[in-house]
DNA sequence: AATGAATGAGCATTCATTCAT
DNA sequence: TATGAATGAATGCTCATTCAT
């Protein structure tokens, strides 16, 4: 589905995501990179055309990242426990690379560039899709509540977890993610179930 | 509560309101305002001493406009109408401005000024407080249920807002924020009832 | 000689005066006058026609002060008194109107200002000559050394009086300016008594 | 002691006090700068991160200058001649670079630059505490009159150095400094003399 | 694969000054 | 006399990008 990065352009990525989570997304220049990576500014362009290239790349690392999320469903599981499963590998996700909060809610840096908005639109998308199979699964076996409609519950599922995610960076990472994440979890689970 | 704006001010934020629209965050720049004041770039600094003064007054005139949002509870509704009522009005407010939504949900681009992410700290936190308030009277009264944590209901109502419409802006405004925001409602409404 | 000063125009005189006492002549601008008395930048062009006639005004302020400093001399008194009481005289000025330092050292500030590069020249080509003669008739009274040219000795005494008052500005005014200065009139006088 | 400079930067300085020389300090803009090296603006900043540094190599070239002037002390020369040697190199010094004269005596326009005005001062304090040495050796060895303050000497004797060159500056480099400086050197010589 | 040098376009901001009221 | 509103020109600086080596 990608073309495979080289070592180089992995390491762009990851200085890149790092560059972001100190600074946001401004903090993300051609010059910042070059210094972190011990090069010229010069150099980080025979690895990648241009910044919108390496934006890309960071939102591929970060579908990628979620599709192993939604990919590693166990096939017995309940539809209640894939969802809790979910938050908490994003929650997972997100602690280990907090970067992944400013790239992935900040659509509106991308407004004037077409292809990456697409992407994130295409991601989202993607996800909200791959929530509300979820759902449909649950309120056939009855886990779910069936008199909500699935589309609806996706977007208070999926806004819930942004929203969340959202605090957690604007409280600079001052609380456990992951723990208080659970608690959370625990409520949406009684909201939906049946 | 707010200093008293001139008519210039209030004609420069309500240009960058329409320029935030336009092209996002990005495409505020004072030569843009000028531009749509249809006077020099010098001339904005009589109105306001600089730029994040402006974005400042963006955020105030948003602040502003939640608080009547919140204000105009009617005494003896339910707070199940409350929630609803809401809803309906922050769709309504961002349907007539849909500036409104870059300014409020681009808390990433306000990283680097700390004056400005307080203010959207701030902002959100009243915001919370407020909703937080409702749900409470209303596990009181008991038309809300008492087996979910508000500060957590809170934040899956907010959340869901959020998400909602950003999906909207994301999908370029097409399709009707405030008629499908009924049937988001109603589902909200299912959940969270007792 | 000099058109009489309205009252505003001397406030703006003393503002400006100020204003480059606490932030040198780069405090100086219009927008800061404007303040400093209250009222707006344009009213500052009622009562003078350009920033450069304000320091016009400046200049003259000083040239008058000095003036004054030398026309005191009392007829009957020795040339080294007069040397003597021309410092301290000097001192006196400074220490009341720190300000003046800036402005009679800032010759390179006038730079591409012929009309006021000038008048620096001619005041101090003034001063000079004022020194020159007390000189002149003290070598003729043999109260001071008839072995040097009065030219090179006006030269070495108002330099030292200048550096001499630089120190004091670079020194942020940290020492009493009239105190010290007493013992550098006694060195002066050493060096040139007959 | 300092950074070795690239040749670029060195070609930068010295556009630079070419510039002051012509049109005063005022007249060094990074776009003066840019049109006389024969490249952009931005080019500059890859040279010279910003202005004050400009600035600040002027003054590092122009301590190097001094002390290299103050360096050169043949060890076996009267205190009297080391004087008049440190007189010439200066007059030496500043034909050959006439842009020193503007930077050195400009301390009021580095007034809110700290970092600047604090090597001004540093610079100012090196020399006069040279000039002392000089002096207390010359009292030591009876050559230098002792009945007054090597400090005041010190003042007095950087004092008519200061005013000496800017008379020239100020009469537009118009006469020959070196050649009537030697008169100047010989008033002084004749002042300390025992 | 990387560097050094440079560009062009843009940005926020400042300043002296003007003019109608 | 004084204000409010505006201008034009400049300034220091940043950023993504290019290119010869």
Redesign the interface.
Known sequence: MQIELTDRQREILHASMELITQ?????LTIKNIAQKMNFTEAAVYRHYSNKIQILNGILDFFRNNTRQIFATEIPNVSSIKQIEMLFKKHFMAFAQRPSLV?VI?????F??ETEL?DK??LI?QENALFIQKIIENGQKNDEI?N???PE??T??I???????V??W??ADYGFQIEKKGN??IN??K???MN
């Not at 600074?23 to 903090?27: D, T």
């Open positions: 600074n946001g997304i401004q903090g400013a809610f900040s659509e509106e840096i407004r004037n908005l994130v639109r989202m509540r008199d909500v409609n609806y519950l977007t208070i999926m806004g819930t977890l942004r929203l969340f959202k605090q960076q604007l608690e959370l409520t949406i009684l909201l939906i």
